[in-house]
């Protein structure tokens, strides 16, 4: 389902820069988070240790009429983020206790948005869309539940739904000439199929998430290049909820926060 998903998204991607790239308003680029994640399953156990991790992907941006908009991001973890988990027994939201002890598994995450905004004025624009994202391991081997070997896959958490924001571009212009204060904050509500195999638990478990993702950044255009530098920061918060709460997920949260850096070249 992942796979497929973001195969049909490199595909619009491509289908659209194909077909616009005679277009008078388009952009296209790449961008980069070097990012942070703060799971919400990191308090199950004695000890989480996850380090940061590369996303990088392609963008498009596609103005269509005077204030309309088309945006595609897809950023997927080219650097994994390498996890290492201990813990002594303990007990999930099934009752069923666990014994974890699991050494260099890699997390890879996908992380994009196809959005259409609207410009209200000119430097505030209203945006609304689609997001996809995923957390996954597919490669585990340690100590699970009762001294059982962990072996194969370890976690997925794919989530997808609508999100809706404002964003911001005020020129620095006292300052320094084509430089620009960038930032954006968006509300997301999203679907979340969640599993977590070393947890004595099988099979999948729907939860739903509300949360948002906020950014700022500097932005300088080199006019010579039609192209534009962005130094900046982002961070997202996603809280879980579910009737059916079997991974002690609800009232907890998903953080991802970091650096981010784009380069984009203006037709």
């Known amino acids: 389902m992942k796979k497929r998903i973001i195969t049909i998204m490199i595909s ?11 277009a008078s308003d388009l952009s296209i680029g790449m961008t980069s988070f070097y990012s942070w994640y703060s799971p919400f399953w990191k308090d199950f156990y004695d000890k989480v240790e996850i380090d940061p991790a590369l996303m990088m992907g392609p963008v498009i941006s596609w103005g269509f009429s005077d204030n309309f908009t088309f945006t595609a991001v897809i950023l997927y973890s080219v650097m994994q983020y390498k996890t290492d988990i201990e813990t002594g027994p303990v007990t999930m939201g099934s009752g069923s206790q666990s014994n974890v002890h ?4 890699p997390l890879t ?5 196809l959005t259409i905004s609207y410009t209200l004025t000119q430097y505030f624009k209203l945006f609304a869309g689609f997001k996809f994202m995923t957390v996954n391991n597919d490669e585990v081997s340690g100590t699970g539940a009762s001294g059982k070997n962990v072996n194969g896959y370890c976690m997925g958490i794919n989530e997808f739904g609508g999100g809706a924001g404002v964003s911001a571009a ?3 212009s006292l300052i320094f000439d084509n430089l620009y204060f960038q930032c954006g904050l968006s509300y997301c509500s999203l679907c979340s199929p969640l599993q977590l195999a070393f947890t004595d638990t099988s099979g999948s478990t729907y939860y ?12 300088y255009y080199i006019e010579s290049l039609n192209t534009s530098i962005a130094l900046g ?12 709460d079997v991974y002690n997920a609800s009232g907890n949260m998903d953080r991802y926060y970091g650096v981010t850096l784009s380069l984009m070249y203006y037709f």
């Not at 619009?12 to 005679?22: E, G, N």
């Not at 920061?233 to 059916?244: E, H």
């Open 12 to 22: 619009i991607l491509f289908v659209l820069t194909t077909s616009i790239t005679r």
């Open 170 to 172: 005020i020129p620095l």
């Open 208 to 219: 739903y998430g509300q949360g948002f993702n906020s950014t700022v950044s500097l932005s």
């Open 109 to 113: 995450r996908v992380d994009s948005d």
């Open 233 to 244: 920061g982002r961070y997202q918060a996603l809280w879980y909820k579910s009737s059916n």
């Open 102 to 105: 699991v050494s260099n598994a």
